[in-house]
């Protein structure tokens, strides 16, 4: 059973830094390709970030372009996005996804929680 475990969530002033990570429970190499999403108060869920894990080919939200991006650790299985200059806008809950595009799979963190404030 996939499993992917968010960390990283929490209070950071605006102009901040954060690094999200996201912890698969099997091999990275399993997925065609893991991205971030978020959700903030009253909204639909967006997408943030993905990558495709062979090619390594980006794709970003045009809101976060030039200040996030989605590094991977294949060694560690985990996957991060490092979050910069962080606005109030920027509030959400942010989720790991994980897709195999041969057997339909789609797997979902729970949700961490990023608050920028002041």
């Known amino acids: 059973q996939v499993q992917l475990v968010e960390s990283g969530g929490g209070l950071v002033q605006p102009g901040g830094s954060l690094r999200l990570s996201c912890a698969a429970s099997g091999s990275i190499f399993s997925f065609n390709a893991m991205g971030w999403y978020r959700q903030a108060p009253g909204k639909e869920r967006e997408l943030v970030a993905t990558?495709?894990?062979?090619?390594?080919?980006?794709n970003y939200a045009d809101s976060v372009k030039g200040r996030f991006t989605i590094p991977v650790d294949k060694a560690k299985n985990t996957v991060y996005l490092q979050m910069n200059s962080l606005k109030p806008e920027d509030t959400a809950v942010y989720y790991c996804?994980?897709?195999?595009?041969?057997?339909?799979?789609?797997?979902w963190g729970k949700g961490t929680l990023v608050t920028v404030s002041s």
């Open positions: 996804n994980a897709v195999r595009y041969h057997s339909g799979g789609d797997y």
């Open positions: 990558i495709s894990i062979y090619s390594g080919i980006t």
